[in-house]
C-alpha cells in the first residue's frame, strides 16, 4: 500500500507512549526511491493529532514521527461520519448562501472589522 503526501492515516498499532492505535495523522513526506521503474517505498512522516485536534509535539520536540508503511493505514470516513466530524467546528459544507451572507452582515456591524484590511494603519 503507497499513501501519498496530505494522505489522512491512522495509526495501525500503538506506535509510542502519545501515539496509539486509531491516532488520526497526516502524511508530510514519504521516503521513497525508484529503481529499475519500480518504487521502493521505505516510510513516512506523519503529523499526528491528539483528540482535541492540535498537533502532537513529542518530548524531543518534534511534530512529526518516521513511521514503517506497516505502522499506518489509510483512514477513510463515511459521509455521515465527515459531517459529524465538522460539526465539531460550528462548521458545516452545507451551509446556505443565506447563513453565509448573515454571518457577513454580522462582520459588517463589528467595527473592528473592514474590508480594508491597512486601514488602521492609514
Known amino acids: 500500500m503507497s ?8 495509526a495501525a498499532k500503538n506506535l509510542s507512549k502519545e501515539v496509539s492505535a486509531g491516532t488520526i495523522g497526516t502524511i508530510v513526506l514519504v521516503y ?10 521505505f516510510g513516512y512522516e506523519v503529523e499526528f493529532f491528539d ?4 498537533t ?24 455521515s461520519e465527515r459531517k ?3 460539526k465539531q467546528f460550528n462548521f458545516s459544507s452545507e451551509n446556505s448562501s443565506e447563513d453565509k451572507d448573515k454571518s457577513q452582515e454580522e462582520l ?3 467595527e473592528s472589522v473592514s474590508d480594508d484590511p491597512f486601514a488602521k494603519f492609514r
Open 3 to 10: 499513501l501519498g503526501e496530505y494522505t489522512v492515516v491512522k
Open 32 to 41: 521513497s526511491k525508484e529503481n529499475r521503474g519500480k518504487e521502493i517505498l
Open 51 to 54: 483528540r482535541n485536534n492540535n
Open 56 to 79: 502532537i509535539v513529542f518530548p524531543s520536540g518534534d511534530i512529526t514521527m518516521t513511521v514503517e508503511p506497516d505502522d499506518i493505514e489509510n483512514f477513510q470516513m463515511s459521509e
Open 84 to 86: 459529524d466530524w465538522w
Open 108 to 110: 459588517k456591524k463589528d
